[in-house]
Structure formats: structure tokens, C-alpha cells
């Protein structure tokens, strides 16, 4: 569930300036100052919070931990799929493992995952009632579940902005266009 907050947060954080997405070359641009993504850049901090909250005696995290950190942050957690993740890293289940070593082994889990499949995962926990549309009803709930200050009016303007089909709702479609064009990929 952590990824789901965090990505609520972080696509309600860039829908609420819509207005200001950015497009083309300036998103571009803006990528190559940076160096890294808006998603980038909070998978990194949800990296660090998830070893934090797992190294509890501060001397790193073992098998265990790896495995309920990969489960919080919706990352395949079958047996098989943590300990190859150990060997691929030059790792065996009895060691312990600091925060480099971390980071390395949940990023290329990270990145092994396809975009789309993690965009539509996440479109289905936004669609409650599994309608395969995101109602204004959706969306106001995922901004009180998050605590987001973001007043009635900005939301109905959200949906009306990427409801693309005049549907009153966001699609499927619609939804994985906007987190394309707010840089969330």
C-alpha cells in the first residue's frame, strides 16, 4: 500500500497544478537538469523510508526485511524472486545488507517492472467499484485518503481536463495519459 499513497500523492501533487503540465522538449529539459524523474525521485525516498522503517537496530537488513520491503513496496515477494534478487546482487540470504546494497537490489525490481502493467495496477486501486472508470466520487476520495488540500472545484477541473471522451469520468486511456504527461513514468 505504500506505493499506492505514494503514487496517489504524487499524482494528485502534479494534477493539481494540470494547468502547468509539462509537454515536449521543456519536460525534456527539465529531465536532463534533474537527472531523474517526479517518479524517480520519489521511488527514491520511498526506497530510503521502507529501509529506514525495516532497519530498526541500524546494522542493515537480512532476507526478511528485504522481502516484507519488497512487499510494501508491491514488488514480486516469492521466495525464488528474493533470493535471485540476492544472487544477482553477489548476495546470499544470510547476509545483511546496508543501504547501498538496498537500493540496488529494489531498483532493478523496479526496473524490471513493465510501466503500463504498474500504471493499471494502480488505475485499479483508484477504481474502487472496478467500473473501469475514475468518477469525480474516486478521485475525491484518494485526496481525503491522502490528506491533500485540493478544493471540490479543482477536482471536478482535474476530471474535466483529462476526461478526453466527454464520459465525465477517466478511462483507462485517459489515465495512463496523464500520468504519462505529468512526468510520472
Known amino acids: 500500500m505504500l ?12 494534477l493539481s497544478g494540470f494547468g502547468r503540465v509539462q ?4 519536460a525534456l529539459d527539465w529531465r536532463k537538469k534533474s537527472g531523474l524523474s517526479r517518479l ?5 525516498r520511498e526506497i530510503k523510508s521502507a529501509f529506514d522503517a525495516l532497519n530498526v ?19 514480486p515477494v ?30 532493478n525490481k523496479f526496473a524490471e ?14 477504481d474502487t467499484s472496478g467500473a473501469g472508470r475514475l468518477s469525480l466520487r ?4 484518494a485526496v481525503k485518503e491522502t490528506n491533500l488540500p485540493i478544493a471540490e472545484n479543482e477536482l471536478e477541473r ?18 495512463v495519459q496523464v500520468m504519462v504527461a505529468t512526468d510520472l513514468l
Open 3 to 14: 506505493v499506492y499513497r505514494v503514487w496517489k500523492r504524487s499524482c494528485f501533487m502534479n
Open 23 to 26: 509537454h515536449g522538449a521543456m
Open 40 to 44: 524517480e525521485r520519489e521511488r527514491e
Open 57 to 75: 537496530e541500524g546494522t542493515g537488513i537480512g532476507y526478511h526485511e528485504l522481502k516484507a520491503a519488497m512487499r510494501a513496496l508491491m514488488l
Open 78 to 107: 516469492k521466495k525464488a524472486d528474493v533470493l535471485e534478487a540476492l544472487r544477482a546482487c553477489g548476495h546470499s540470504p544470510q547476509d545483511v545488507l546496508d543501504f547501498k546494497e538496498f537500493a540496488k537490489i529494489i531498483r
Open 113 to 126: 517492472q513493465d510501466p503500463l502493467a504498474a500504471m493499471l495496477t494502480t488505475f485499479r486501486l483508484f
Open 138 to 141: 474516486d478521485v475525491r476520495r
Open 158 to 175: 482535474m476530471i474535466s481536463f483529462f476526461d478526453q471522451n466527454g464520459s465525465g469520468t477517466v478511462g483507462e486511456a485517459e489515465f
